[in-house]
């Protein structure tokens, strides 16, 4: 006879702790939890994309679901019926409104959080709380972790990054409150350990130690324990299992492989343990690791920045060797158009792998896609203008069958995105959010 699992099973071995996915052994008691009134659980997740999308390449024609895609989402091809375009949604508080010059520092900072970041280069910041935090506040305490906030490009707590504003507002996403930004992570490697280890305070010396000198995968640890919940298993859960496991090893591995830096890798370009030489393989590292962590139930919220604001980066493995910020100041230069237009495109690349990914787990009678909520884009719009008033904004997934995608939504022209915000959270649970600027929910999302 199948044993009843409860969903916070986890597999334990030396100094580990592995969750795991949602198996049919443990229905049962999500049935009971269900009759209790406790719902499926839905998750919510950011992806924020820097300097502004040329929006001609981004904007359908049309409206409603017969729509066409346009050049900038042709990557998401497979996916049109699992997201929706919303146009005309605005962030306000990213304006200037008296400040003078800093789009890129408010636009970071007002993003989730609807509020003015204070002006200042010194430690009297000042924003909001955002989006993702409440959420957090909301479901954290039913997860390992609250939240999880991730990125390309670590955060910066000091300096002046952009015409007298803190770097930290260009460098931050997530807001604890109006005075506690919470920095994101970008080593897949340290973001592996935090999921999958029982965490360094609590790892022995001796455990670590083991691990460095043999190089040995953590799963190794808990291999025993995985043998015998395998012999309980039904037929179903075996494949799951399986599956699951060589995901986690498959990261793992890639991790390690970006730690030894590869035939690219010098003495004058070496990479920190755990970071890919590569941009791409970096993105779609954080992507799995995100989506690990809202398989296994680990957290429900989850933040990840593409880059910062203002960024720089090269794109020369996609031949737009310029830097990022410098073309998104384009002057309607055709030629810097078209490799604005390449730089997102190929970032939508990347959003379709990670909805490719979230699409391929069963969770149930549905796919984790479909348990989802997935917000892309920005608050910058044109970024040759520093527009805040028409948002390149993407959302994803069904949100538990609460979410009705494959359209795209023309609103009013300065439309909150917190409208947008208030509908989410309340299908997080937060019934009223108060968002700064927000006028109610969203409607026909």
């Not at 359908?60 to 050049?71: E, Q, V």
């Not at 970071?108 to 002006?119: D, E, H, I, N």
């Not at 910062?308 to 158009?337: A, C, M």
Request: overall charge positive; proline content about 6%; charged content about 25%.
């Amino acid at each position: 006879m199948t044993p009843r699992l409860s969903r916070r099973t986890m597999l334990r071995g030396l100094g580990t702790g592995i969750a795991l996915p949602l198996l049919d052994a443990m229905q049962p008691a999500r049935a009971a939890a269900a009759r209790a009134g406790a719902a499926t659980p839905v998750r919510m997740a950011v992806f924020y994309v820097p300097n502004g999308i040329h929006m001609p390449d981004w904007t359908p024609a049309d409206t409603g679901s017969a729509y066409k895609l346009p050049p900038t989402l042709e990557p998401l091809a497979g996916f049109k019926d699992d997201f929706s375009i919303l146009s005309g949604l605005a962030q306000q508080r990213a304006n200037a409104n008296g400040d003078g010059p800093g789009d890129h520092a408010r636009a970071m900072a007002s993003f989730l959080t609807g509020a003015q970041a204070r002006k200042t280069d010194g430690l009297d910041i000042h924003c909001g709380t955002s989006v993702d935090q409440i959420a957090a506040a909301a479901v954290g305490r039913k997860t390992r972790f609250p939240s999880l906030e991730i990125g390309a490009d670590l955060g910066k707590t000091s300096g002046t990054c952009d015409s007298g504003y803190s770097c930290v507002y260009s460098s931050t996403i997530s807001w604890r409150n109006e005075t506690q930004p919470l920095p994101k992570e970008n080593d897949p490697k340290l973001i592996f350990e935090r999921l999958f280890e029982d965490g360094r305070p609590g790892e022995s010396a001796q455990a670590r130690a083991k691990r460095d000198r043999f190089s040995r995968s953590i799963l190794d640890f808990a291999l025993e324990d995985a043998r015998r919940l395998q012999t309980t298993l039904g037929h179903s859960d075996r494949r799951k299992l399986d599956e699951y496991l060589s995901a986690v090893r498959e990261v793992e591995q890639r991790i390690e492989r970006a730690a030894k830096g590869g035939p690219a890798a010098t003495a004058i370009m070496k990479k920190p343990a755990g970071i890919p030489e590569s941009y791409e393989e970096h993105l779609r590292l954080l992507a799995d690791l995100l989506v690990l962590a809202f398989q296994t139930d680990s957290t429900r919220v989850a933040t990840c920045v593409f880059a910062n604001e203002g960024s720089s980066r090269s794109y020369s493995f996609i031949d737009v060797p310029e830097g990022h910020h410098d073309l998104s100041h384009h002057g309607n230069d055709p030629t810097k158009q078209a490799k604005i237009a390449k730089i997102n495109r190929f970032h939508t690349k990347q959003l379709a792998y990670l909805l490719g990914r979230l699409k391929s787990i069963k969770e149930g009678d549905a796919t984790l896609l479909d348990r989802s909520m997935v917000v892309y884009g920005g608050c910058i719009g044109d970024g040759n203008r520093h527009d805040h008033n028409n948002l390149p904004i993407l959302l994803a997934g069904r949100g538990g069958g609460t979410l009705q995608p494959g359209h795209h939504r023309q609103y009013e022209p300065k439309t909150p995105l917190n409208n947008l915000f208030t509908s989410l959270l309340e299908r997080m649970g937060v019934k009223s959010a108060g968002l700064p600027e927000a006028t109610g929910g969203l409607e026909g999302i």
